[in-house]
């Protein structure tokens, strides 16, 4: 994968109001709707509903999927990038860069962008759409660390955050989500965003049929090319009995990997 934006490449050496102001132009080229160049309905396994011959077309030509995680070893990010066709692993990548900079509630993408678009490009192939662990739209500057690699890269990208960094959910998430809804967030006051539009979803991928324990939501949002209602569908999609969708688990699982054999 190539970048497409340099001027939007993160660059740590910035002053925090650089930062914030480079944000806010991600943010103005960001398109918050859809334009994938695939049918959202082709992403996922769901192989069951399909016929021996759709699903030997769909695992040669369907959408390819690159889930993104990070993790930390001393002072360096490491980015791993898992790239998927349905439940089928097609190729893995990772990098390591310097954290210059110390984390920082919005501006996450000045301390991990570089090794996430590192890995990205070191892919031989060329998803379709991102899956990133972090925020896209639900964000002060509605530029997180999903939109900053999306817009760069232009590629359709969804952030999946496992915490709420702002917005406000539309309805209480006091008591458990069954699995498969969703809640939309709302901008407030701490984002740029007009006060009430929708910025993403709280997504209920997985629940225990229990009354004395439970999964809490994933925060989803659209990076980059993708609407709010499309990348929650996206994120149940991908969703194989886990919290995570597969794509951003086995990155995870990958990350933790390279984080302690440097390979």
């Excluded at 929708?198 to 324990?213: E, K, L, M, N, P």
Aim: hydrophobic content about 40%; glycine content about 10%.
């Amino acid at each position: 994968m190539d970048v497409v934006r340099p001027e939007f490449v993160p660059d740590p050496s910035l002053s925090r109001e650089e930062m914030e102001r480079l944000q806010g132009e991600i943010a103005a080229a960001a398109a918050f709707e859809d334009d994938l160049g695939f049918d959202p309905a082709d992403v996922g396994a769901g192989g069951e509903t399909r016929t021996a011959e759709q699903s030997t077309l769909w695992e040669s030509e369907g959408p390819l999927v690159a889930g993104v995680d990070q993790a930390f070893r001393d002072d360096q990010a490491v980015s791993a990038v898992v790239v998927l066709r349905g439940d089928t692993v097609v190729e893995r990548a990772h990098a390591v860069e310097p954290a210059a900079i110390p984390y920082v509630p919005g501006l996450l993408s000045f301390r991990e962008g570089n090794a996430v678009i590192s890995a990205l490009e070191a892919l031989e192939s060329d998803p379709d759409l991102l899956l990133v662990d972090g925020s896209g739209r639900i964000h002060f500057r509605e530029a997180g660390l999903a939109t900053h690699v999306g817009v760069t890269l232009d590629i359709p990208a969804v952030g999946v955050a496992k915490s709420l960094l702002c917005g406000r959910p539309r309805e209480s998430l006091a008591d458990p989500l069954p699995e498969g809804q969703r809640v939309a967030i709302e901008a407030d006051g701490d984002v740029t965003a007009p006060d009430g539009r929708v910025i993403g979803y709280a997504v209920q991928t997985r629940q225990f049929d229990s009354d004395s324990r439970h999964v809490n939501p994933l925060y989803v949002s659209p990076g980059h090319r993708v609407s709010g209602e499309t990348a929650a569908g996206l994120v149940l999609a991908c969703a194989a009995g886990y919290k995570l969708p597969e794509p951003t688990r086995l990155a995870d699982a990958y990350a933790d990997e390279v984080k302690h054999t440097g390979r």
